[in-house]
């Protein structure tokens, strides 16, 4: 039967698919440049596949069919499993296969963690939501370091290149998936006000009993928890499973119905006299817990690049498909401007989390500048890169229009997810008061951030004003009231000349002029497409499209 004329399907962009996440001019040269070039082919392979028709498949049927909490089976015995579609035990073992969530732990080397990082950034934009599992891996492997013991134990198992989905002794399988469990209904961001408690059962382990509001992948195989111990808040380990193949009294109260991502399952958690074993120093739960959260923060930053990234490729593939007004929207100005900015905005997002990353490997080699460095300016960027993310995708999902307003466009689902990466990990108030700690103490840490920034001093007169305005903010710090009005405003700032100085000495010179003469000079309109006229867009807009 031949089609109505009226549904003959006309002026529509094909379908995105069987590309390279990795076809990224600022994602490679940045791996390049700051020491992984050794691990670009894998890089590709992670990209290539990412793009592929049979992992977008399993994107969409990830978010399309939901995880169910199945409390008890059919007699009534109380079970607490999370039924997930076998599409995402492919993209779990996919990313775990690749090394994502654990390589640079379990294969140390100069620019492991950068290596790890452009993976993660090129197979994100495939789905977001499993990231979540992978990324809280990766953070617990360093924080078990504090307790030797439990990292000999789990910590080769947590490394492991096999995904080995289901509830058993975790010594037992042939690979672990680590999660997070430290929110409070009563307390959110502020762990202290926790009221879990742990009581010492006398053999070395400890009794938890308590409630935790946000814990995201429930079915890990072992969780990182806060609990106060009578010496006070404390880390603790909590496996799923105990080593008697008994299981742990972990109780799935209820799934939480969010904004994000639907793939991965969020839950309420009781501890009802569950069995754990301390992390690190009893009483001193906090210090365990801040390299972890400064890793998944990492990952916070990583994961809103590369939701820009997405977002601006199926703008440009729209926009260069579609016709409107007698020619392609890629092709008339004012479309010009917007996608330009958006391409800008995106590639100052990715530089600065590659380099972050770079940062993080070598303050892993003894490097006390680049940890300071890492400090401050993953404290910034959390706040920063995070927050614009969520205006970066909405401005990619208005040069769709209608079609971008739809679920099968896919950009609702970057659209939905963007927020949590802003919140995860202390939204928008936590990042900015923790840019003023990190300042607090490590007293280096500024000046590591402004040596990076005057690394580019001298070839663009906007960036060293914004500098000088940068200095200027520090230096208005003392009183603890007016630093704190003043901490939102640092954070942007201090993010910003890191962008800049990055894009300045290593990008197309004309994204770097875009770049300064909008968010550094002062030449915007603060919604993209504002860019100031005489902006070379054709340069910007080649390099993203990767021609």
């Known amino acids: 039967m031949s089609p109505s004329p009226t549904h003959e399907v006309v002026n529509q962009a094909p379908p995105l698919t069987n590309f ?40 969409r049927l990830a ?17 607490d499993e999370v039924e997930f579609h076998p599409a995402w035990h492919h993209l779990m073992a996919e990313a775990i296969a690749t090394g994502q969530h654990a390589a640079a732990w379990a294969e140390p080397r100069p620019g492991a963690h950068l290596v790890r990082a452009a993976k993660f950034y090129a197979w994100a934009q495939a789905e977001a939501g499993h990231g979540c599992p992978i990324s809280m ?13 439990l990292s000999d134990m789990y910590g080769p198992l947590l490394a492991s290149s096999v995904y080995d989905f289901g509830l058993r002794p975790p010594l037992g399988k042939r690979g672990l998936i680590a999660g997070m469990s430290m929110t409070e209904k009563q307390g959110g961001s502020d762990v202290r006000a926790n009221t879990t408690t742990a009581t ?9 009993t308590g409630h935790k509001w946000f814990t995201s992948a429930p079915m890990s195989d072992v969780f990182l928890t806060l609990a106060q111990a009578p010496e006070g808040l404390t880390c603790f380990l909590l496996p799923r499973v105990l080593p008697d193949g008994s299981r742990n009294a972990l109780r799935l109260q209820r799934l939480k119905d969010k904004l994000g991502n639907r793939s991965n399952a969020s839950a ?6 569950a069995v754990g074993w301390a992390v ?3 009483g001193r739960g906090v210090r365990t817990i801040v390299e972890m959260v400064n890793v998944t923060r990492l990952d916070c930053v990583i994961g809103s690049a590369a939701g820009m990234r997405a977002g601006l490729r199926q703008a440009l593939h729209h926009t260069a498909h579609r016709r409107a007004f007698g020619a392609d929207l890629i092709d008339q100005p004012l479309m010009r401007h917007v996608l330009a900015d958006l391409a800008v905005e995106s590639e100052a997002a990715t530089a600065l989390a590659l380099r972050l990353a770079a940062a993080l490997d070598r303050s892993e080699a003894g490097d006390a500048h680049e940890a300071a460095l890492r400090r401050l300016g993953l404290a910034a960027s959390k706040y920063w890169v995070c927050k614009r993310g969520s205006t970066h995708v909405a401005e990619a999902l208005e040069c769709l229009g209608g079609n971008g307003y739809v679920e099968e466009s ?21 990042a900015a008061l923790d840019v003023l700690r990190a300042l607090a103490k490590a007293p280096d840490a500024a000046d590591a951030l402004l040596a990076e920034a005057d690394a580019a001093a001298g070839a663009d007169a906007r960036l060293d004003a914004a500098v000088a305005r940068v200095r200027k903010l520090l230096g208005e710090l003392a009183d603890p009231v007016r630093a704190q009005l003043l901490a939102r405003r640092l954070a942007e700032q201090l993010t910003l000349v890191l962008q800049g100085s990055l894009l300045v000495r290593h990008s197309h010179p004309a994204v770097a002029d875009a770049f300064c ?21 054709q340069a910007i807009i080649e390099r993203a499209l990767h021609e």
């Open 20 to 59: 390279s996440t990795a076809d990224d001019d600022a994602l490679l040269e940045a791996v390049r440049r700051e020491g992984g070039a050794w691990g670009e082919l894998e890089v590709r392979e992670v990209g290539a596949r990412a793009g592929s028709a049979e992992v977008q498949e399993w994107a």
């Open 63 to 79: 978010e399309e069919n939901h995880p169910v909490l199945r409390t008890h089976d059919r007699y009534g015995h109380r079970v």
């Open 137 to 149: 891996t990766y953070a617990a492997i360093p924080a078990l370091r504090a307790s030797p013991e």
């Open 200 to 208: 010492p059962a006398g053999d070395g382990s400890y009794v938890i």
């Open 268 to 273: 309420e958690i009781e501890y009802e006299q």
């Open 280 to 282: 690190g120093e009893v």
């Open 410 to 430: 896919g950009m609702p689902r970057l659209y939905r997810e963007a927020p949590l990466l802003s919140i995860w990990e202390g939204s928008g108030n936590v």
């Open 517 to 537: 003469a909008s968010r550094l000079g002062g030449d915007w309109g603060h919604a993209f497409g504002t860019l100031p006229p005489g902006t070379d867009t």
